[in-house]
């Protein structure tokens, strides 16, 4: 605009402003983020290492990049094939301090935002409905909800729907086969690599290195949308998909997942638990202990409706 300042109808239109949208976003993925912290410590008692259940944090990482390298590489490649897709350079972004400063900021952004949606739907959702309606069931619906979250955006229809639903079950599949923190990094680097390479993301553009123009069918390049919205991107995730779940050792992984998402405790909720069967198991020897021998009928029933220990017999060493 003139004056400096996005118009709403700059906004809207996802030219102007993208990386205002990805500032406002973030900031409120975070509020997002802390209610479910909300859920996760005072209704449901658990915690966030259970959500992440990972101890491969590294592997994870690389596994989350791989699965955007690989999908957002084919997508490229044959729009640029095609003849559909060409990139400009850019001119450098507004920040002052250049790239140095404005590409870390990205990757905060990114992270905060993607990771967010992560942990809400293939974290918290993904878990809580599967309880009750089956794993098949929770990816399915976490999957569409995930696509009505983005069905507001610039640009949105029906091929986008189906993408950001099909994307939706492929970072499903991929919490349920590796974890959540591998869907995190693949949400975060396929919104950044988008961005960054000039492409819109869910319909918004923001400052890039490139300038990337998508000339060709909309079915195939995704419009305003962008790649998101292209009939590739539904392509190679439903081939992701696939081969997630002809991955060999699917359906042990499957029961184990099915076993922790299920399951998964609070440790300090854990640790309440065994402390209070030690108390007891500590009042019932308690009271035991100082009962003259006998023929035990006399004995305080033992907790929980446990059997009662095995009574010691006499002392074999000579007394003096």
């Known amino acids: 605009a003139a004056s400096g300042y996005a118009t709403p109808e700059e906004l809207a239109s996802g030219d102007v402003g993208g990386d ?4 406002l976003t973030a900031l409120v993925s975070l509020g997002a983020l802390g209610v479910t912290a909300l859920f996760l410590r005072w209704g449901d008692r658990i915690a ?24 957002l590489g084919l997508v490229f490649l044959a729009m640029a094939a095609a003849g559909w897709l060409r990139w400009e350079s850019a001119s450098p972004p507004p920040p002052a301090g250049g790239w140095a400063l404005y590409l870390p ?3 905060l952004g990114f992270l905060i935002q993607g990771g ?26 976490t999957a569409l909800l995930f696509a009505v979250a983005h069905g507001l955006n610039p640009g949105a229809g029906g091929l986008a729907f189906l993408n950001i639903a099909l994307i939706g079950l492929l970072y499903g599949l991929v919490v349920v086969r590796f974890s ?19 492409a819109p993301v869910s319909g918004v553009r923001i400052g890039a290195l490139f300038e990337a123009q998508l000339q060709g069918p909309e079915i195939w390049t995704g419009g305003a949308f962008g790649p998101e ?6 392509i ?10 002809l991955w060999p050792g699917w359906r042990a992984c499957l029961r184990k997942r099915r076993t922790a998402l299920g399951m998964a405790r609070a440790p300090e909720a854990e640790e309440t638990r065994n402390s209070g069967d030690l108390r007891e198991t500590l009042s019932y020897n308690y009271a035991r202990t100082p009962s ?25 060493r000579d007394s003096t």
């Open 105 to 107: 900021l990205l990757v």
């Open 236 to 245: 190679t995730s439903a081939l992701g998909c696939l081969l997630l779940l």
């Open 48 to 71: 966030w290492s259970a959500l992440f259940a990972t101890r491969r944090w590294g592997r994870d990482t690389l596994v989350g990049l791989l699965v955007t390298i690989l999908q």
């Open 20 to 23: 205002l949208m990805l500032a």
């Open 180 to 198: 959540l923190w591998a869907a995190v990094i693949a949400h975060a680097s396929w919104n950044l690599l988008l961005g960054i390479l000039g």
């Open 229 to 234: 919205a292209s009939l590739i991107t539904a």
């Open 292 to 316: 003259p021998p006998g023929d035990g009928a006399d004995d305080p029933p033992h907790p929980a409706g446990r059997s009662a220990p095995p009574a010691r017999g006499p002392d074999p």
């Open 116 to 141: 967010s949606e992560e942990v809400i739907t293939r974290g918290y959702l993904l878990r809580t409905l599967q309880q009750g309606a089956g794993l098949p069931a929770a990816l399915i619906v």
